[in-house]
RNA sequence: GCCCGCGUAGCCCAACGGUAGAGGCAGGGGAUUUAAAAUCCUCAGAGUGCGGGUUCGAGUCCCGCCGCGGGCACCA
């Protein structure tokens, strides 16, 4: 009977849902496993293979702890607000809701062809007024705590997509879609006050079992850092500049000081004479995107101008000018500095523009030497400072304290902690998210005025009010003109009769911005818990019963952002008694990226072969310029890449040559599967051609989970052939003498146990590898396999609920116990010993698994091998290792 | 520039500090076939990116480089 996945894939998953075999238990008796998959943004392109891998881990370890007697929780839903839907609404005229139903459709369709365990009773639609009724309701949670707040702040405003666009999205000062240009513009934006719990969300990553590469992102994101605040008296009557600084024990080696573009005392202390420099400099820099202002970084070159204006330095009464300079930033801080330019490099760089005082005040504790040409940025204990008036031969660490005591007691200093994280701007002036459930009084100038008529009237934004949250969800209104007006109150500002209501003879106003993507997903796992409560956003029992998150799998380029964001709600609902657990996720593995099939590129100028070291960057892709280009370490001309096939390139040395010109080096490498590329796996086709079973194996197969790992359509056929021959043992089987496998069937069973809990599924295959070839080969009987159907179920669930059939069973394999094994049989009794002289290998004596130190040090110098080296030598020591090696060492 | 990860056979990848090979792809030879595909059997293939060090013993630990990938980047 030939093995068919095409009839019973979708056998067994009309099965499985008739049986409602995944479906959620709630038996308490049982311990509780919460695996879950960062839901996946229903995008027109369809499954990717990379969501496969991370989408069959989970359910590897989903189906592996229900064998083992858990109660497991695995739902999956959409994240289905966000922008592609709503561009895709304005070029084809599809509303976004029903394009996105479309892709949710598709999605879930080739999720369950791919026979994932979800339990689809869980499942949850970020887009659905009765899940966006709570994502509300958590934000008036926010608002009611003060947490969600109205703030002008700095934008990137594009009028001509009229839309305000992100950092990301901004390249020169003009729009990265369209070219258009880009203003920075004040703009009234609904922010959530997450610096309100930063050290909290620093600290209790402590004793996460998260990836460190990801823990440490977030702290550097968060950026916690500790200082001071000083005040510089400036020569102005009442006006005095506040700084903050890492670095009170350099503050007599302050000589100038820089306040940023958008400083409000720059207005103040700038001079008649310098007016006119000061203002085009402040105009420049306040037009530049946070971005350019980065970019410029790569010029290397400090830009500034003097105020004309000087402060006071409190600690030595100096007297120092005031610069404005773009390379202080306006929102870190007090967005002013003092500068010390002997032992802060960028200070050291902008005194070194413009001939400014270097004063050294830290030298290298013990008198070592200086650096030359820089800044000496050492602190702690191994730096002492000098020049420093009573302050003079303090470590660098008893100055800090000392000097902002001193000036504390002066009322001129404070011990301070800042933060790069900043608040988190919550509005977008877009049609597809989540209404901010908040409306404003409307001021009308006549008192019979209608202001959805136009008439004249003023919106208290000043004056917000929550909608009740009996009133939740507050719908999207329907619309057909999703399209940007130019006006940053987005598109619901055209919906006059939805946006204007009156309430007792009085006017109000809704907010017509929406929520950000992010929202929803901020709390999905929690609703995911108890999906379809009206009453409240979900039991409190369901909560303690299932949180917190046992293992969360996703992709790391969400390991701030979303991860950030997240924890940030969820300790929010703890402090308001609504969750019991600190953290939401527990454990957190990202899956490695998929990579294109490994491509080998020759690049060429004009028809002339260049070799691979001549050749720069890749440029990224344009409509005008078709294929793949790069520049050239020298020179102006692009080369075009020529896409080689194995057969056109041979291995030499290091890399690979053209075989035909074998001067000239290839780049051979995987890239990110893109578009541009075509390079880009659809699962759709491999499950058509190979099985979900095949690629679910495949996907486990490639490479170490988090590690990125190429594609190859090739190597598939190692899975197959594995899959085949699971078949088979089981189909066409073989009868063996005895049980000769219960040795390997009980090792077998214990590895790909272990390697399933710690991640490595390709090791875990390739046990299950060797146990089916040694069925295949010299016969099984009836509990290899069974064993070996069990063990493969977590990964070819389809082939081994036919096999279990097969075998004679009516339960479905998926509800099966996983086999246990019995210690004493994994462990050999005869072992083959490695043999070393003095750390070489000299040949291997085989014993009995408890065998002493003497007998095997006999045998082995009875070994030919063993003799030759020890000739003429002395045996000075034996290391001996029970049952690992033996190593005489001799001289 | 800084931080993290990774460099093992033609390729993808394994290897508690203890015989460099678990597995897979590709390759050679053979069986089967009219032939090919598929399948099966079988063989060969690297001394672990480079240079030092620690150790009885280093792919593994330490130091310094190189390459690739990812992240951060004037945060005072």
């Not at 999720?111 to 339990?119: A, E, K, M, P, Q």
């Not at 719990?197 to 209790?204: G, I, K, M, P």
């Not at 294929?627 to 690979?656: C, D, N």
Request: net charge negative; hydrophobic share 40%; glycine share 8%.
């Amino acid at each position: 009977m030939p093995y068919t996945p095409r009839e019973i894939e979708p056998k067994w998953q009309s099965r499985w849902k008739a049986e409602r075999a995944f479906a959620t238990d709630q038996d308490a008796s049982k311990p509780k496993y919460y695996v879950l998959d960062m839901f996946p943004y229903p995008s027109g392109a369809g499954l990717h293979v990379g969501h496969c891998e991370g989408y069959t881990a989970t359910d590897v370890l989903a189906r592996y702890k229900r064998a083992k007697g858990f109660r497991v929780l695995h739902p999956m839903g959409w994240d289905a607000f966000g922008l592609p839907a709503e561009d895709f609404a304005i070029k084809h005229g599809v509303h976004p809701h029903d394009r996105t139903q479309e892709t949710i459709a598709n999605f879930k369709k080739q999720i369950n062809s791919l026979g994932f365990s979800y339990d689809w009773e869980h499942e949850v639609d970020t887009t659905s007024p009765e899940y966006y009724r709570w994502t509300q309701w958590i934000f008036l949670q926010l608002f009611h705590k003060g947490l969600a707040f109205q703030d002008e702040i700095a934008v990137n405003w594009c009028a001509a997509l009229g839309t305000v666009l992100a950092n990301e999205e901004v390249k020169n000062g003009r729009s990265e879609r369209g070219d258009h240009p880009v203003e920075r513009v004040m703009l009234r934006q609904w922010m959530l006050k997450i610096t309100a719990y930063a050290d909290r969300l620093l600290d209790d990553l402590e004793g996460l079992d998260w990836p460190t590469s990801t823990m440490v992102m977030q702290r550097e994101w968060i950026g916690r850092s500790e200082g001071a605040e000083i005040t510089f008296a400036t020569e102005l009557e009442g006006e005095s500049i506040t700084v903050f600084t890492t670095r009170p024990d350099t503050l007599f080696g302050a000589t100038y000081m820089v306040l940023a573009p958008e400083h409000p005392l720059v207005e103040k202390l700038t001079t008649a004479a310098q007016r006119d420099e000061v203002q085009r400099y402040a105009h420049s820099a306040k037009n530049k995107s946070d971005r350019e202002r980065q970019e410029a970084l790569g010029a290397k070159k400090k830009t500034g101008v003097f105020t004309g204006s000087y402060a006071i330095n409190p600690v030595n009464g100096a007297k120092v000018p005031v610069w404005i300079a773009d390379y202080v930033l306006w929102g870190y801080g007090t967005g002013a500095i003092m500068a010390v330019p002997a032992h802060d490099q960028r200070d050291y760089e902008f005194a070194q523009a413009f001939s400014l005082p270097i004063v050294q005040v830290i030298a290298p504790k013990g008198g070592g030497s200086m650096p030359e040409g820089e800044a000496y940025e050492v602190s702690g204990d191994d730096a002492v400072m000098v020049n420093s008036g009573s302050f003079t031969g303090l470590s660098s660490a008893e100055g800090k304290k000392k000097i902002v005591g001193e000036l504390a007691s002066k009322g001129v200093a404070k011990p301070t902690v800042n933060y790069k994280l900043r608040d988190w701007v919550f509005s977008r002036q877009r049609y597809w998210g989540e209404p901010i459930p908040i409306y404003f009084p409307v001021e009308m100038e006549r008192a019979d005025g209608d202001p959805r008529k136009g008439d004249a009237h003023k919106i208290r934004y000043d004056q917000p009010i929550a909608v009740r949250e009996a009133d939740l969800p507050l719908r999207l209104p329907p619309t057909t003109d999703f399209k940007p007006s130019g006006d940053p109150l987005g598109p619901l500002a055209k919906l006059q009769d939805w946006r204007f209501f009156q309430q007792d003879g009085q006017w109000f106003a809704r907010e017509t911005n929406t929520m950000p993507q992010w929202a929803g997903s901020c709390w999905y796992y929690l609703r995911f818990l108890d999906p379809k409560n009206g009453e409240h956003i979900f039991s409190s029992d369901l909560e303690n019963r299932w949180m917190n998150v046992d293992l969360y799998v996703g992709g790391a380029e969400h390991a701030v952002l979303h991860l950030l964001y997240a924890r940030f709600w969820h300790k929010v609902l703890y402090d308001l008694g609504h969750v019991t657990t600190k953290e939401p996720f527990a454990k957190l593995r990202h899956q490695g990226m998929v990579l294109g099939e490994v491509e080998y590129t020759g690049w060429k100028v004009d028809s002339d072969w260049i070799t691979a070291k001549d050749v720069g960057e890749e440029l990224d892709p344009s409509e005008e310029r078709p294929g793949i280009w790069a520049t050239l370490k020298k020179g102006s001309a692009l080369a075009q890449a020529v896409k080689l096939s194995e057969t056109q390139v041979k291995k030499a040395g290091e890399g690979f040559v053209v075989s035909e010109a074998p001067s000239i080096l290839v780049d051979a490498r995987a890239h990110k599967m893109s578009k541009s590329r075509g390079n880009v796996i659809n699962p759709d086709d491999v499950v058509a051609e190979h099985g979900a079973d095949a690629l679910r194996g495949y996907e486990m197969f490639m490479g170490d989970f988090e590690q990125a790992k190429p594609w190859d359509t090739r190597a598939i056929k190692g899975i197959t052939r594995f899959v085949n021959n699971v078949w088979m043992v089981v189909f066409e089987p073989k009868d063996c003498e005895g049980d000769a496998h219960a040795k390997l069937r009980h090792k077998t069973i214990k590895l790909v146990g272990e390697r399933i809990e710690t991640f490595k599924f390709n090791t875990a295959l390739s046990a299950l590898m060797e146990y089916v070839s040694a069925l295949q080969s010299k016969g099984a009987t009836k509990a290899d396999r069974e064993a070996l159907v069990q063990l493969v179920a977590p990964f070819a669930p389809h082939l081994a609920e036919e096999c279990w059939e097969a075998l004679g069973h009516k339960e479905l394999v998926c509800k099966q116990p996983w086999p246990s094994y019995d210690e004493a049989l994994t462990i050999d009794d005869v072992l083959v010993i490695p043999v070393q002289v003095s750390g070489k290998m000299r040949g291997t004596v085989e014993v009995a698994r408890d065998a002493t130190e003497e007998q095997v040090k006999a045998l082995a110098m009875a070994l030919d091998n063993v003799q030759k080296a020890l000739e003429g030598k002395t045996l000075v020591k034996v290391i001996w290792v029970p049952a690992k090696m033996l190593n005489l060492v001799v001289k």
